[in-house]
């Protein structure tokens, strides 16, 4: 599959249940790499805009790249009130954005999708000296035992989940798109609290997730729908996750 072109019939799912980022980061970033409000972002792979909306909140300007059409779409008319905001047809490869134009590029839950060595040579060109990528992933915590057999369950019903979870995110890949430079890894608590609707629909938002259309997912929900009944707390389950940031400069 053309991974630009994966999330094209998951949108609504997207924007509806995927989880937000900490605005702990923020402070993060301005602390610690003097990321101030008039520098300029570029998010890289920004989909429906979560993360290129996370700055905007923050009062940066922030451009998203993003080169899946329906997802660029929605992101549009989310985020078109944000005088920062401004959205590109581009890929990490290719960001169509002229060069040393951006302050920091950003990345939420899309690094894996890229190939890391052409983004690193197309982020350098993008990038003014002294400029800032910030990797962003929420990770889903496996800790508890709903949230094991909710993973266990995704293994067994999801198209490709274990190539696309571990495509790039692992800390050697991350050293070696860095590298020679260091990074450092910053790591904030993060949650979504779902009743059965929010749980599937959270499900759904996954590109390795059968759709309606696809064999495989009756028996998907099926499952989910069991495993809600288990584990469900007063119509409730919560999912726990690491947000992670990995940040340095090229």
Known sequence: MDNTKRFSNRVADYVKYRPHYPTAIITFLLESYQLTID?????????????????????????AVEPNAEMRDKAIELLNSYPGFAAVDG??????????????????????????????????????????????????????????????????????????GHRNIDYDHIGAFYDPEPFAVRVFENQQI?????????????????????????????????????????????IHYDTKVYVGRL
């Open 194 to 238: 779902f009743n059965f609707d929010g749980l599937k629909g959270r499900l759904l938002s996954s590109s390795y997730a059968p759709t309606k259309v696809d064999a495989g997912y009756a028996a998907m929900i099926k499952d989910l729908q069991e495993l809600f009944n288990r584990y469900q707390q007063d119509g409730v389950i919560t």
């Open 39 to 63: 520098k300029r972002i570029a998010d890289i792979g920004a989909g429906t805009g979560i993360s290129t909306q996370l700055f905007l909140d923050a009062g940066y300007h922030a451009t």
């Open 91 to 164: 890929t990490a490869e290719n960001t169509r954005l002229a060069s040393e134009s951006v302050d920091a590029v950003i990345a939420g839950q899309a690094f894996h999708w890229f190939n890391a060595q052409n983004a690193r040579a197309e982020f350098k060109r993008i990038l003014k000296p002294g400029g800032i990528v910030a990797l962003i992933w929420n990770e889903r915590k496996t800790a508890s035992a709903f949230e094991k057999e909710y993973d266990q369950l995704i293994i067994t019903h999801g198209q490709d989940y274990v190539k696309v």
